[in-house]
């Protein structure tokens, strides 16, 4: 009969404990690393009127636009509108 030997190496000794291992090790690293980027660098706190200042901004957005589209709707209404009937001049012609 033949008898089975078991490996008998120490479990640190595998490849692919380590493989197993290392990805939720990165994942801490990456959090430590995270957390002191948020430490060092916070977000700026918002100004007590930032929604009033943000309808401004669109506001001004808006007239810009509008601007942009100005000469557009110039010719545009232009073509719409009937001409006025140009007075004709009575000026009398000379003969030579």
């Known amino acids: 009969m033949k008898q089975h030997t078991t490996d008998t190496k120490p479990w640190w000794q595998y490849g692919h404990v380590w493989l197993i291992i290392s990805g939720p090790a990165v994942v801490i690293v990456a959090g430590f690393i995270t957390l002191v980027i948020a430490i060092r660098m916070p977000d700026p706190v918002l100004a007590e009127d930032y929604y009033r200042r943000g309808l401004n901004i669109n506001q001004t957005l808006a007239a810009e636009k509008d601007m942009q589209l100005a000469p557009a709707m110039q010719s545009r209404n232009h073509v719409v509108t009937p001409k006025p ?3 004709k001049p ?7």
């Open 85 to 87: 009937e140009s007075a």
């Open 90 to 96: 009575n000026t009398p012609t000379k003969t030579p």
